[in-house]
């Protein structure tokens, strides 16, 4: 039997001459069937086995009103823009999730002994610097003790007083603490410095350094330029990633910030495009603004998401009650911080501020924020409610007028008690400087009684006084008996004509201080015209940001429109403690209460996370009913970004420079790679 064979290619050929024209017309569309099947089948087999990835490709420009100063942690964690910095190229021991949750950085582990007063860490294997010097717990200690030594001037130094810190190994250290602190891994969030960089430099030159702006870290980025023009202002700063990273590896390899001297040419380089990115916050927070000036293109690189990332912070209204002014006196009455927490529709409010400038806006009506922390809500609550108010402020005696004067300004008699008042029987023979008083009302009363005297004015009670006193009784008593002597009758008679009290009215009014900054200011003037409904009086004082440090130090206000933030571990300590009345404290109302401290003390030593909320879920019903604060809304960060970055899932951020706490999951391209 012959072996059969493959027809060859010139055979195949001869196959067109054999067929007709229908059957070579089926035989070609069954030839197309049959690659185009392959092909699909190809590809399906690829999609399914695969799957898109991001890839390590694209750049990322941001816009920031501002200068970079220091980008070094001992210094720069006071401004938005350092600290933003430092968060790319610094670590911690500690840092924050995208939910802004506590979590390990350089730490690969941490033990808290059974006091609470010993934080033990353990650090990661081949931990390296930018540079590739090898990072240890050296550089742990070193960091903590220069921020501790008052030589170098650190802000954050009130932050690690009584904290001790010692070396165990090359990748151990523990930290021993004066009392229990159950937020103290927040306080290890703080980026470390290099020693083998900063060891040589001493404390007058740290500040001067040339390393403040070349930086040396150990996080996902490291610098490789920076531009200034003329003038020394920083214009651009580049970063790329670096490849000596502990931990994930960016998919964005190169991030840019342009810096701007105004909100103006930002907005003209996001209209130009040369931004990917930018903060509502450094345009004043006015979102409506934004969107009427920023043009939106037609393509991904042209449009722009608006991201808006929870944060536990919250604006209030804060009563100092402990100034020495008029003002602070009135707001020391509990009647009427009650009554200006009555007189506030907060909802109506918090609505027409998110509406203005198109913010998510949460109301906020506890100083321990529940509804974030999930703690229970205050049992004690101040809704709108203007009869209350107005019945309040009639018990503190802020009336309204009922003639004269401001008829809807409430206002409160004052009747001033007259330094000296006749108290003694005084007769012939008596003496003093009572007498000499005596001696004195009579003649300036009557001309008579001056001539009845005859001069018998030295403090002596004489024949003559006893006549002028008789003179006295027979023109302005008539009706009782004519003594020549001071019995009380006589003494009540003369204190009211000569030493009469003097009587005045105090409006009730007062001085709202805050940040000359769009929001704030639209806040101000909706509580100045809540108030102004129940007879109170509002001066509005906007101060530039610069300014608001030095009156918050020296408490130079009546009431402050301000705001706090919480931090990822909450400890409210600072911020309502009696020992934090005084700066570098921020007890703003200058608040007092006993069981306050107590609860404040054992809710930030306590080491069961129940007992805490529990201590703080009383804390803030003790506090709301000494009503201290106006607690008013809690607005989230608005954040823009261009619409080719993807990846961006944050949800919480504890202050606007954790925005890009998951930088590493953010990318521009996307590739297949096999599942």
């Known amino acids: ?134 990072l240890t717990a050296d550089d742990i200690v070193y960091t903590i003790k220069t921020i501790q030594n008052s030589d170098y001037k650190s802000p954050l130094r009130a932050n690690w007083l009584n904290v001790d810190i010692q070396k165990i190994s090359n990748n151990s250290i523990s930290f021993s603490l004066n009392a229990p602190y159950n937020s103290f891994l927040e306080s290890c969030t703080i980026k470390i410095i290099p020693q083998h960089i900063w060891k040589n430099i001493p404390p007058e030159s740290f500040a001067l350094s040339p390393y403040n702006l070349q930086p040396i870290g150990s996080g996902p980025y490291i610098l490789s330029n920076i531009q200034q023009n003329s003038n020394n202002f920083i214009k651009s700063l580049g970063l790329s990633i670096n490849y000596k990273y502990y931990g994930k590896v960016p998919y964005i390899p190169k991030i840019s910030f342009q810096f701007f001297s105004n909100k103006a040419d930002l907005i003209k380089s996001a209209n130009q495009k040369t931004i990917d990115g930018f903060s509502v916050s450094s345009l004043n927070n006015n979102e409506v603004s934004i969107e009427k000036q920023v043009r939106q293109g037609w393509t991904a690189n042209e449009k722009f998401n608006v991201y808006s990332f929870s944060m536990p912070r919250y604006f209030a209204v804060f009563f100092n009650i402990s100034s020495n002014g008029t003002s602070s006196k009135i707001l020391a009455d509990n009647y009427i911080t009650q009554a200006l927490n009555y007189s506030v529709n907060k909802q109506e409010l918090s609505q027409k501020i998110s509406e203005e400038f198109k913010e998510k806006i949460s109301v906020v009506d506890s100083p321990i924020m529940p509804a974030y922390f999930d703690y229970l809500p205050p049992t004690i609550t101040y809704n709108y409610d203007i009869d209350t108010a107005n019945k309040l402020l009639d018990k503190s005696g802020y009336v309204y007028p009922t ?60 024949k003559n006084t006893g006549d002028a006193v008789t003179a006295f009784q027979e023109k302005y008593l008539p009706e009782s008996q004519s003594t020549g002597e001071t019995g009380p009758g006589t003494r009540t008679k003369l204190n009211s004509l000569c030493f009469a009290s003097q009587s005045t009215s105090i409006p009730l009014q007062f001085t709202l201080t805050t940040i000359n900054q769009p929001q704030l200011v639209a806040t101000a003037n909706l509580l100045k015209d809540y108030w102004q409904k129940v007879g109170i009086t509002i001066r509005i004082k906007a101060v530039e940001p610069l300014e608001i440090k030095d009156i ?58 129940q007992t805490k909320e529990q201590k703080y879920e009383k804390l803030q019903d003790t506090i709301l009913s000494g009503a201290p604060a106006l607690f008013l809304y809690n607005p989230d960060y608005i954040y823009w970004v261009s619409q080719k970055i993807k990846g961006v899932d944050t949800t919480k951020i504890v202050d606007p420079a954790k925005r890009f706490e998951n930088i590493s999951n953010w990318y521009v391209d996307t590739h297949r790679v096999w599942k």
């Not at 010139?10 to 067929?19: A, C, P, Y």
């Not at 808290?112 to 353990?122: A, L, Q």
């Not at 008690?417 to 009557?446: H, M, N, W």
């Not at 300590?573 to 007890?587: K, V």
């Open 1 to 134: 039997m012959s072996k059969k064979k493959f027809p060859k290619f010139s055979q195949w050929k001869q196959l067109f001459k054999v067929l007709r024209g229908a059957e070579r017309t089926f035989f070609l569309l069954f030839v197309c069937l049959a690659v185009l099947s392959a092909t699909y089948l190809v590809i399906n087999f690829y999609a399914s086995n695969t799957k898109l990835s991001p890839a390590y490709s694209g750049s990322y420009t941001e816009g920031i009103v501002g200068q970079p100063r220091f980008i070094n942690p001992v210094y720069g964690e006071t401004n938005d823009t350092d600290r933003t910095l430092i968060g790319l190229i610094y670590s911690g021991l500690m840092t924050y999730d995208k939910d802004g949750k506590i979590t390990t950085d350089l730490a690969e582990s941490y033990q808290v002994s059974e006091d609470g007063k010993t934080y033990t860490f353990i650090l990661k294997n081949n931990l390296y610097w930018q540079d590739g010097v090898l």
């Open 403 to 462: 003639s004269g004067g401001n008829l809807a300004q409430r206002e409160k008699a004052n009747t001033k008690k007259p330094a000296f008042q006749f108290k003694s029987y005084l007769k012939i023979g008596s003496s003093g400087s009572e007498v000499t008083e005596l001696q004195g009302c009579l003649a300036r009363l009557d001309q008579s009684f001056k001539t009845i005297l005859e001069g018998e004015t030295s403090g002596k009670y004489g």
């Open 552 to 609: 918050i130090k020296n408490r130079n206000y009546d009431a402050l429109l301000y705001g706090q933030a919480l931090g990822s571990m909450p400890d409210l300590y600072p911020f309502w403690h009696s020992t934090q009345i005084n700066d570098p404290g921020l007890n703003l109302s200058a608040y007092q209460n006993k069981t306050v401290d107590q609860l404040l003390k054992d809710a930030r030593e306590t080491l069961d996370e």
